[in-house]
């Protein structure tokens, strides 16, 4: 029996790992993992430089369609949208989203709906309409999971008051230690809690707060251009808030009209081009109507393709004014930014918040301040 990761390390490997296994072949099910692996990465120049991935056991005439229909049942769900990823983003096989046979079978996921998003210009009406079934159903699923967050960021402010509802994130940390200290037990250091205390959570009304997302649809901004309309879907509607959804490119659009439709908002973005925030922040902060109640969120990698003092320049007034600026260099789930830091750190400078939220955690902002 082959050792499971003897076998990994040769599928990992290719042909070229074959000593792995001391000379024993893979059986059926192996091989046609490695044929399917070897039909994506055996065309990388790289790996064939590296010894890896040199010639493959598959049969070279195997089709887009017949590997994507191959790899479902070999490998895991997590796996399977790793090798689609792959295809569209690293290696541009651009008929995974192109061809209509391709999309009427593929399972929908985040890596083909920023495939689709890239590659729609390319597309017939046929196969767009195909394409709108991918864009659909992995929005309808983030807005399910975001929806839960945004809700719970907006169920009420914390007051200092003693509530029944017994949650633990209610729980009033403070005040209970104080009330149970003369419970202190010495020989094990810890507090026996008697009576534990809870914050309230109480809803009162709130004054109408503008939120204005400014969005760099640019092409490496492809995560926050999708995170961005589905949280301001998300945020469409919700008591004492008001919100705008402007994308940016050396151009400023407009895209408000679609907010509570993000596959339509999503369908009309067009990612590629330059990039000019300082004319972006110049129209979000022509929308500002009750400067004290506008949070204006600037969603970008901060690499100025216009005038970085004119930006400045307009956060520094916007701040002045009393409105809140946020400056996030990434809005996907994973927040992981890659940003122009000198140009943000003078942002900073001039006021505005800066660093990088979650879809989640920029709701809860919203909220918090919404709620004073």
């Given at each position: 029996m082959t050792d499971p990761t003897l076998e990994r390390w040769r599928l990992l490997l290719?042909?070229?790992g074959g000593a792995c296994l001391g000379g024993r072949q893979l059986d059926a099910r192996a091989a046609a993992r490695d044929a399917a692996l070897d039909w994506l990465y055996g065309r990388d120049d790289d790996l064939r430089r590296r010894g890896v991935r040199q010639g493959g056991t598959g049969p070279s005439t195997l089709t887009t369609f017949d590997w994507l229909d191959d790899i479902a049942p070999l490998f895991p769900k997590e796996t399977v949208e790793r090798l689609q990823r792959d295809a569209v983003e690293r290696y541009e096989i651009h008929d995974?989203?192109?061809?209509?046979?391709?999309?009427?079978?593929?399972?929908?996921?985040?890596?083909?709906l920023k495939a689709v998003l890239r590659t729609k210009h390319l597309m017939n009406p046929q196969v767009l309409r195909l394409a709108r079934r991918i864009v659909e159903q992995v929005v309808r699923q983030l807005m399910e999971k975001l929806a839960t967050e945004v809700r719970s960021a907006f169920t009420g402010t914390k007051v200092r008051r003693s509530g029944g509802m017994r949650l633990a994130?209610?729980?009033d940390m403070a005040k209970t230690l104080r009330a149970?200290?003369?419970?202190?037990?010495?020989?094990?250091?810890?507090?026996?809690?008697?009576?534990?205390?809870?914050?309230?959570?109480?809803?009162?009304?709130?004054?109408?707060?503008?939120v204005i997302l400014l969005v760099d649809q640019s092409g490496s901004m492809v995560d926050s251009v999708i995170h961005s309309a589905v949280t301001a879907a998300c945020l469409w509607g919700l008591p004492g808030v008001r919100t705008h959804l402007v994308a940016?490119?050396?151009?400023?659009?407009?895209?408000?009209?679609?907010?509570?439709?993000?596959?339509?908002?999503?369908?009309?973005?067009?990612?590629?081009?330059?990039?000019?925030?300082a004319r972006a922040a110049a129209y979000g902060a022509g929308l500002v109507d009750r400067p004290r109640r506008a949070i204006v969120v600037l969603i970008s990698d901060f690499y100025e393709g216009g005038d970085p003092h004119r930006l400045v320049r307009v956060v520094r007034d916007l701040v002045a004014q009393g409105s809140k600026v946020l400056g996030l260099a990434a809005l996907d789930e994973q927040a992981n930014p890659a940003y122009d830091r000198e140009l943000a750190q003078r942002l900073a400078d001039a006021g505005a918040y800066v660093g990088a939220m979650t879809p989640g955690e920029l709701a809860t902002f919203v909220a918090e301040h919404v709620g004073r």
């Amino acid at each position: 029996m082959t050792d499971p990761t003897l076998e990994r390390w040769r599928l990992l490997l290719g042909e070229p790992g074959g000593a792995c296994l001391g000379g024993r072949q893979l059986d059926a099910r192996a091989a046609a993992r490695d044929a399917a692996l070897d039909w994506l990465y055996g065309r990388d120049d790289d790996l064939r430089r590296r010894g890896v991935r040199q010639g493959g056991t598959g049969p070279s005439t195997l089709t887009t369609f017949d590997w994507l229909d191959d790899i479902a049942p070999l490998f895991p769900k997590e796996t399977v949208e790793r090798l689609q990823r792959d295809a569209v983003e690293r290696y541009e096989i651009h008929d995974v989203v192109t061809d209509p046979a391709v999309l009427a079978r593929i399972e929908p996921n985040p890596a083909l709906l920023k495939a689709v998003l890239r590659t729609k210009h390319l597309m017939n009406p046929q196969v767009l309409r195909l394409a709108r079934r991918i864009v659909e159903q992995v929005v309808r699923q983030l807005m399910e999971k975001l929806a839960t967050e945004v809700r719970s960021a907006f169920t009420g402010t914390k007051v200092r008051r003693s509530g029944g509802m017994r949650l633990a994130r209610n729980f009033d940390m403070a005040k209970t230690l104080r009330a149970n200290l003369g419970r202190y037990q010495p020989e094990t250091g810890k507090v026996v809690i008697e009576t534990p205390f809870f914050f309230s959570r109480t809803r009162r009304h709130l004054e109408q707060w503008q939120v204005i997302l400014l969005v760099d649809q640019s092409g490496s901004m492809v995560d926050s251009v999708i995170h961005s309309a589905v949280t301001a879907a998300c945020l469409w509607g919700l008591p004492g808030v008001r919100t705008h959804l402007v994308a940016f490119d050396t151009e400023v659009v407009d895209l408000t009209a679609d907010v509570d439709d993000p596959v339509e908002l999503l369908m009309k973005v067009q990612l590629g081009g330059g990039t000019d925030i300082a004319r972006a922040a110049a129209y979000g902060a022509g929308l500002v109507d009750r400067p004290r109640r506008a949070i204006v969120v600037l969603i970008s990698d901060f690499y100025e393709g216009g005038d970085p003092h004119r930006l400045v320049r307009v956060v520094r007034d916007l701040v002045a004014q009393g409105s809140k600026v946020l400056g996030l260099a990434a809005l996907d789930e994973q927040a992981n930014p890659a940003y122009d830091r000198e140009l943000a750190q003078r942002l900073a400078d001039a006021g505005a918040y800066v660093g990088a939220m979650t879809p989640g955690e920029l709701a809860t902002f919203v909220a918090e301040h919404v709620g004073r």
